[in-house]
C-alpha cells in the first residue's frame, strides 16, 4: 500500500491535507469585520476627577449613586420568593432585602462613593471621595472566560452582561481584578434548569448607560454629577485629558495600566498606593463582596496566561509539520522495504 | 511474534494517548472552568485547592488543548498524506453494525470484516466530530481572549454552547469507548494500544478480510512467501 504512494505526490498531498485542514479551522474564525460595521461610533471612556468630587457632601446619597439606581431600577432583579441555597451548600447570595445599601456595590446598586482620608508626602490632609463602579476593561477576564458567553464587550465599549442568560457561577466576579458583578440567587436561568445543583443566581454591575451612549446621550451618573468630576467621551481624549490634568495638578492617573487598560482614568493629587492602603485602614475596603480596593498594577489574568493561549494557536502549525516528516519517513522506509 | 499482528504503529499509538490523556485533562479543567469545584467542595479536599483557581485550571486547559490540537491535526495530515483511510465511515456500516452487535449477543453471524469493524468506524467519526466541534469553537475562545479581538455576544452564545455540547458529547464518547471492552469479544484488542500487537488468530477470525489484504499484499511483497510480516499494518 506504501509503495502505491509516490515520492513526487508525497509532498503536495502532505501540503493539501495540511491546507484543507487549517481552512477548515479558519472558517469558524472570528471575522473582524464586526469593528467596521461601528467605524462610525466612537468607543467611549471615563475621566473621574478626584479634585473636584465632594461626594455630594450637601446630599444623603451622592448624585451619581441615586441617577444609576433611578435609571436601572427596571433592570435590578426580581427573585422568587423561597430561594434555594447552592446545594451542597447551606447558602445563598440574596440582597433583596438590602436593596437600599448604597455603601457598597451589590446587584442593587451599580455604583457607590469610598469616602477615604487619605495623607500625602508633605504631610497634607486629603478627603476624597472616589466613584467606584465597572472599570471597562480593554481586555474584560469577566466577559472572556464566562463559561456561556453572555458578558461581552459592547462596541461602543461597555463591558455587559447579558442577564437574561447568565447562569450566576459568579466566575466574573472571581476573575474581575476587582469583584466588581454581584450576584443575586433566585433569579434568572438557571432556575428553569437545574436550580438546585447548577447556577447562582444573576450577576449585575454598571453597563456604561450603553444603552444611552449607543443613541449619543451620556451616561446617568455624568449627567447627575454636579461638580463635573465624572466626564465621559471619546476614550483616547478622556486619557489625554486624565494625563493633562494629572500634569497640571502633578498627580496621579489609575486605569491607564490596571488589569491591562481599561476605559476608566482616576486622576488624583495623592498616589494610588497610598490610597489603597488608606482604603484598607479604614475598612472601607472590607474584604466582603462589592468594595473594590485601588491597587495599583494590578494583572489581568489573560496577559499572565496569554504565552499558554498562543501556544494553542501554534499547535496546528506543529502538528502539520510533525505528521508530514513523519509520514515521509514511513514512506521512505515502506520503499526500502520493497527494493530489498 | 509469528502469532502476532501488528495493527498500530507506535506513532499511532502515541497519537491515541497524547489525544486520551489531554482529553481526560481539558475535561476536568473544563469543568474547573465551569465553575463547579469551589461550589462542589473539591477544592476544600488537601492538594486540591488549586481546582477553584481559574488562573491554574486556565493554564492546564490551554497546556492540554496544545497537546489535543497538535495530536489532531497530526493525526489528520499524517493519514490523509499516506493515504489512510480504512476507518472512515463507509456506506452500509450502521446496517452492518447492528449485526456485529447483535452477533455478540449470541443473534445470527458477524459479517466479516477489514482492519475494522463497522461500529468502530462510525464511533471514529463520533469521536472525530467531537473532538472537531471543541477544538474549532475552542480555538475561537482562545482567539478572543487576546486583547486584540472583540467577538459579538450573538456569535459567542453559540460558540460557548457548541464547546460545552462537544465536552458531553465527548464524554459520552468515552464512556462508548471503554463499555465496549466489557464485551469479550472486543478484549483482544486491548493490547494493540499498548503492544501495538494483536493475536493473529483473532484477526482471522475476527477481521477475516483485513487478513486476506495482508497475505495478499504480503505475497507481492516477499513474493510468494506467505508469512505476514509488520510491514502491513499501514492497511
Known amino acids: 500500500m506504501l509503495s502505491r504512494i509516490s515520492r513526487r505526490n508525497f509532498l503536495s498531498r502532505s501540503t493539501k491535507a495540511a491546507a484543507i485542514i487549517g481552512a ?13 460595521e461601528n467605524d462610525n461610533l466612537k468607543v467611549y471612556g471615563t475621566m473621574i476627577d478626584l479634585t ?23 433592570k435590578y432583579p426580581q427573585p422568587i420568593e423561597e430561594i434555594q441555597d447552592y446545594w451542597p451548600r447551606t447558602t445563598h447570595e440574596d440582597w433583596s432585602d438590602r436593596k437600599h445599601i448604597t455603601d457598597r456595590l451589590t446587584p442593587y446598586n451599580w455604583t457607590y462613593v469610598q469616602k477615604v482620608k487619605v495623607v500625602d508626602d508633605k504631610g497634607l490632609e486629603h478627603n476624597l471621595s472616589i466613584q467606584r463602579r465597572c472599570m471597562h476593561c480593554d481586555n ?35 476573575t474581575c481584578a476587582w469583584g466588581i458583578p454581584q450576584r443575586q440567587a433566585g433569579v434568572g436561568l438557571y432556575l428553569k434548569v437545574l436550580p438546585k445543583f447548577a447556577g447562582g443566581g444573576v450577576m449585575y454591575k454598571c453597563d456604561f448607560c450603553h444603552d444611552l451612549l449607543k443613541i449619543g446621550q451620556m451616561p446617568a451618573c455624568q449627567s447627575a454629577c454636579p461638580k463635573s468630576a465624572i466626564v465621559v467621551g471619546e476614550k483616547s481624549e478622556m486619557l489625554s485629558l486624565a494625563k493633562a490634568r494629572a500634569k497640571e495638578i ?7 495600566e490596571e488589569n491591562g487598560g481599561t476605559s476608566t482614568f482616576y486622576v488624583s493629587p495623592v498616589s494610588f498606593d497610598k490610597i489603597n492602603q488608606a482604603l484598607k485602614d479604614q475598612n ?11 491597587k495599583p498594577n494590578v494583572d489581568n489574568i489573560l496577559d499572565s496566561t496569554k504565552g499558554y493561549a498562543a501556544s494553542v494557536l501554534i499547535a496546528p502549525v506543529a502538528g502539520a509539520f510533525a505528521a508530514g516528516v513523519l509520514a515521509h519517513k514511513t514512506l521512505k522506509r515502506g520503499d526500502e522495504d520493497n527494493e530489498q | 511474534m509469528n502469532n502476532k499482528l501488528l495493527r498500530h504503529r507506535p506513532v499511532v499509538r502515541a497519537v491515541h494517548w ?53 495530536a489532531a491535526i497530526f493525526h489528520a495530515v499524517y493519514h490523509i498524506s499516506l493515504k489512510e483511510f480504512t476507518i472512515i465511515p463507509r456506506r452500509g456500516d450502521v446496517k452492518e453494525s447492528f449485526l456485529i452487535i447483535k452477533a455478540m449477543f449470541g443473534f445470527g453471524e458477524e459479517p466479516p470484516s477489514g482492519k475494522y469493524l463497522a461500529e468502530q468506524r462510525l464511533a471514529y467519526a463520533y469521536i472525530a466530530f467531537s473532538l472537531f466541534l471543541i477544538i474549532v469553537t475552542g480555538i475561537i475562545k482562545v482567539i478572543k481572549n487576546f486583547a486584540t479581538f472583540s467577538i459579538s455576544e450573538a456569535t459567542m452564545i453559540w460558540v460557548t454552547l457548541l464547546h460545552n455540547i462537544g465536552m458531553i458529547m465527548i464524554m459520552i464518547g468515552i464512556i462508548m469507548h ?13 493490547p494493540s494500544m499498548f503492544t501495538g500487537y494483536i493475536s493473529k488468530e483473532y484477526v482471522k477470525h475476527r477481521h477475516s478480510i483485513w487478513y486476506e489484504e495482508l497475505e495478499q499484499s504480503n505475497k507481492e511483497i516477499k513474493q510468494g512467501n506467505g508469512e505476514i510480516t509488520n510491514n502491513n499494518a499501514a492497511l
Not at chain 1, 57 to 70: E, Q
Not at chain 2, 178 to 189: D, Q, T, W, Y
Open chain 1, 24 to 36: 477548515a479551522t479558519v472558517v469558524g474564525l472570528p471575522k473582524k469585520s464586526k469593528a467596521k
Open chain 1, 52 to 74: 473636584l468630587c465632594d461626594g455630594c457632601a450637601h446630599l444623603d446619597t451622592p448624585a451619581c449613586v441615586s441617577s444609576c439606581k433611578d435609571k436601572n431600577q427596571h
Open chain 1, 140 to 174: 474584560p477576564p469577566c466577559g472572556n472566560l464566562c463559561p456561556f458567553g453572555v458578558h461581552n464587550k459592547t462596541p461602543e465599549g461597555a463591558v455587559v452582561i447579558d442577564t437574561d442568560y447568565c447562569m450566576g457561577g459568579a466566575k466574573c466576579r472571581d
Open chain 1, 250 to 256: 502633578n498627580g496621579y492617573i489609575y486605569g491607564e
Open chain 1, 284 to 294: 472601607i475596603v472590607d474584604g466582603k463582596p462589592g468594595a473594590p480596593h485601588m
Open chain 2, 18 to 70: 497524547m489525544t486520551a490523556i489531554s482529553t481526560f485533562i481539558l475535561i476536568f479543567s473544563g469543568i474547573g472552568q465551569m465553575p463547579m469545584y469551589k461550589r462542589y467542595m473539591l477544592s476544600e479536599l488537601p492538594g486540591l485547592a488549586w481546582t477553584a483557581d481559574f488562573q491554574a485550571t486556565l493554564v492546564l486547559h490551554y497546556i492540554a488543548a496544545t497537546i489535543l490540537v497538535l
Open chain 2, 178 to 190: 471503554l463499555v465496549a471492552f466489557i464485551f469479550k469479544e472486543n478484549r483482544a484488542l486491548v
